[in-house]
């Protein structure tokens, strides 16, 4: 027996406006925000801050590349420990065996090396990349989004959503052009 396909819950994905300015998204951003929508997304052609504040966006790619930085100094220090303490210990010109300050040069590369590492992929990885397909690229005017135009959208997974009430709330709102995006 086969288990039958979930249905989405709305027919939409969501809906999207086309704003002008980044002024006026930023101001829909904040009404849609007060109005109670929690699950937005938005999409202009440079970056801007006060929109990923807006939106409640944190950063944890620092965290990441922390990580990937701690983990690297200690491969890079235990592998040299490993090598001239307890694989193959050799005196050499009178110096211990541990002696730590001949392991920082290498240890300072490991370091750097991981953190560049999983900064790659965590970016990719936070970005959700590769995405070949994503349902808002069936909008026509969204080509316009690595140009000159500002779009926001409210995705049908936020609690909030109704068909008939966000797309009333998004049109009133004055953008250039509302679209509901197909999954």
Known sequence: MSATPKRPKFPVYGYLAEFDGDARLLEAVRAARAKGYSVMEAYT?????EIAHELGYKNRLP???????????LVGYGMQYYASVISYPMNVGGRPLHSWPSF?????????LFAAISAVLGMFALNGLPQPYHPVFNVPSF??????????MILSRDPRFDMQETQE?????G???LAGVDH
Do not use: D, H, Q, Y
């Open 143 to 152: 080509e316009l989004a690595s140009r000159n135009r500002f779009f926001l």
């Open 63 to 73: 965290w990441i590349v922390l990580g990937g930085a701690i983990v690297g100094a």
């Open 104 to 112: 920082i040069v290498i240890t300072f590369e490991t370091t750097i």
């Open 45 to 49: 052609p440079l970056p801007m801050e």
């Open 169 to 173: 709330f998004l049109a009133g709102l």
């Open 175 to 177: 953008p250039v052009s």
